[in-house]
């Protein structure tokens, strides 16, 4: 029955229509939320707005991750990348003294060319043997930074962005380009770009067999998420001051993909949802200490099991209850 | 004027030789098939032709130009396209959303034009959503349009497989056993469609079991046993044909096409 309502409703301009409609219902809450609820009810508590910059950051990384899923992939390098990143950062200010305008996008620049270059030949892979590789990425980035001779034990003293200096200013800061890596990931989605990223998680012989590319576009789905990770490490390390081999491992490489995972792979707010809940709730479970572990994990099988597609399939679950259609 | 000339095709698997010195062409215009007992290595001889698989010796030429070897992605660009056998299209998407994704090929925005959403990209676009429309309309799933793929009962599904490579503009349209597992009916309306296909001016290769169908369509028709050629001509002469009739009646009674 609603395919049928659609079917009359599916003009051209129409579609563009109802694609505005869905993204602003979608971008203003988030807008809403980020530089309204969130400074509001946490502006005066440094600690807390330190954590939800950090949520901010690790959502702009894990929206990269979300891309690779996007094209049936499973991604477990995002932290190899975050590392790459914040080590470019923290190498170009410190040692070359460039400002850190100018190194943030090349951080992005480096991690998404190691992408690129690492990307080529492992993209070939799928499923399990992908994500095995790519979990090993991260630690093997931990160890080649590591052995980096004077670098391996961590760049201190990274300067703080120019004219950025209170918690409130950086938590902003973060929220901003959390918003633009938003709209810009939306955009990327709705465009014939993320029809062709789809049409290769549903069949890639057959994605070839029309002319599609499919290495090219696997990496450039890649080299995105790079990119997007070496920006999110580069912003970290200046917010820190610092970056270690240590600051970003195994662990958050399997965090990034769980963040994807708990928001919903069908959405592109689910990795930012997925990212602030996960945060939120690792910082709430701190004061029963020892059980913070046991406790996470148990709410995560939960929603697994009950969500399997995710927090934002609630909504869906929510509105087919109330309206009866759709 | 041969658009496709096949020559010494061979494919060997360690010591199997699945295709063995296989050589025809392929007239423009025409509806060449190919068939063979089962296991005679028509789908390993479909997938060489297609460059889903690279030949051990021998070669593809499409007008002249070597194929054989080339990334699929690439072969599609030069005009031949291929279907796939069974139900191969993109599930999660809608009939009209399949064939609007078939029109890759056809895409003049570059992908950072896409992105920004210029003039050219909205023109493609544009361009695609008609023609996706002309084709499901031409293929008899206009109806379905707005369906997920995979909700269409499965005789739909080999239309729609057929759709996707025709948004792809294709010269040469390979066909991966069309007709299997239909009934009579949906063989006739499977067979009007073929040759509403050619008479687009498509030429089309098809590997095919059902010698019925092919015998109604066909121009020409090449039969594989074992591997290797073992008759070419046309329907009239296949159906004569001494070594075609021992090769299918070594078979059981099912591969003879009823």
Known sequence: MAAVLDATADTAPNRGTTEMRRFLMTAVPLAIALYGVIPLVVGGQPYWLNVLTNACLLSFGSLGVWLTFSIGRVNIAQGAFALIGGYTTGVLTTMLGLSFWIALPLSGIVAATIGILIGWPLLRLRGIYFAMVTLSLTEAARLAFVNAGSVGHGVLNIPNPPGINSP???YLFAATMLLAGFVAIWR???SRIGWVFRSMRQNEELASSIGIDIARFRVLAFAICCFMGGIAGGCFASLQQNIYPQTYTVADSINFMLYCFLGGLEFVLGP????????IAFELLRSIQEYQALVYGILMIVV???LPNGLLSLRGLISRRAGGAK | MSILKVEGLTKQFGGLTAVNNVSFDVDEGQVLSVIGPNGAGKSTLFKLISSFLAPTSGQVRYRGEVVSGLKPHLVARKGIVRTFQETTVFK?????DNVVIGHQLGQHAGPLGVFLSTRAARADEARFRESADEILDYLGLGHVRNELARNLPHGYLRSLGIAIAMAAQPKLLLLDEPFAGMNVDETDRAVTMVEGIRRRGITVLLVEHDMRAVMRISDRIVVISFGSKIAE?????IRAN??????????DDEAIGH
């Open chain 1, 168 to 170: 409130l200013a950086f």
């Open chain 1, 304 to 306: 697994m099991l009950f």
């Open chain 1, 272 to 279: 930012i949802v997925g990212t602030f809940a996960l945060v």
């Open chain 1, 188 to 190: 990327l989605n709705v």
């Open chain 2, 242 to 251: 001494e070594a075609v009739i021992e090769a299918y009646l070594g078979q």
């Open chain 2, 233 to 237: 001509g046309t329907p009239e002469e």
């Open chain 2, 92 to 96: 999660e998407m809608t009939a009209f």
